[in-house]
């Protein structure tokens, strides 16, 4: 089976701080990252997505994609009470045509 | 407006029941995605399909079964075999996408939460 691993947290930043939510992988081929963001109760939504090594910012968020380390984050810049949420990695594995395997999610608190 | 309708949005069962969720989208995705949440954890796949007619089990399909008539529909059954139906499900649908093939995201609709006692 392979994994896709995150800090459980939960993760707690004060109001203007930046938020670092990590994510690590099991499967080397893999070709495509995500984060979602899940508030309490509600469905998950795509707010990054990265497909190459380095950085891609939208906005307040910056996704970072190491594939030798197997590594991909999430920075969160001038974090807002509205970013408290559960953040979900998810990666689409090599030879697969089953879509995502998601982590457990990072649960983020910004505290005003 | 485009997007993945889940009904209902609340669900209660007695123990031993069969019982069925309905999803339907209309953005012209061949692929959709039944997936389970329980709290505090990450989503995980129970079943797939990728085409009309077609289907596969993904990590949890026991208990579950699906059907795949129509594009635009992929209803779930939870049945009696189920051992903890308690759950948050999210039905999910996406362009297809092969082996080797990348970067198409999910889109999720609002998700049933079934409660069974």
């Known amino acids: 089976q392979k994994e896709v691993e995150q800090n459980s947290g939960p993760l707690s930043v004060p109001e203007g701080a930046i938020a670092s939510l990590n994510c690590t992988y099991s499967?080397?081929?893999?070709?495509?990252f995500f984060w979602y963001r899940q508030y309490s109760g509600k469905s998950p939504e795509l707010i990054m997505s990265i497909y190459s090594n380095g950085d891609k910012e939208d906005g307040r968020f910056t996704a970072q994609l190491n594939k030798a380390s197997q590594y991909v984050s999430l920075l969160i810049r001038d974090s807002q009470p509205s970013d408290s949420a559960t953040y979900l990695c998810?990666?689409?594995?090599?030879?697969?045509?089953?879509?995502?395997?998601f982590g457990s999610g990072t649960q983020l608190t910004v505290l005003p | 407006d485009g997007g993945i309708t889940q009904s209902p949005k609340y669900l209660f069962r007695k123990e031993g029941q069969n019982v069925t969720l309905s999803c339907e989208q209309n953005l012209n995705h061949d692929a959709m995605y039944w997936y389970r949440q329980d709290p505090g954890q990450g989503l995980r796949l129970i079943y797939y399909?990728?085409?009309?007619?077609?289907?596969q089990k993904g990590d949890i399909a026991e208990g579950y079964s699906v059907s795949r008539e129509k594009k635009e529909s992929f209803p779930l059954t939870v049945t009696s075999a189920q051992k903890n139906p308690t759950a948050f499900y999210l039905c999910a649908s996406s362009i297809r996408t092969g082996p080797g093939e990348g970067n198409s995201p999910l889109h999720f609709g609002n998700g049933t939460r079934l409660t069974v006692t």
């Open positions: 399909s990728q085409i009309v007619n077609d289907f």
């Open positions: 499967d080397r081929g893999s070709q495509s």
């Open positions: 998810a990666v689409k594995e090599s030879g697969s045509a089953r879509q995502l395997t």
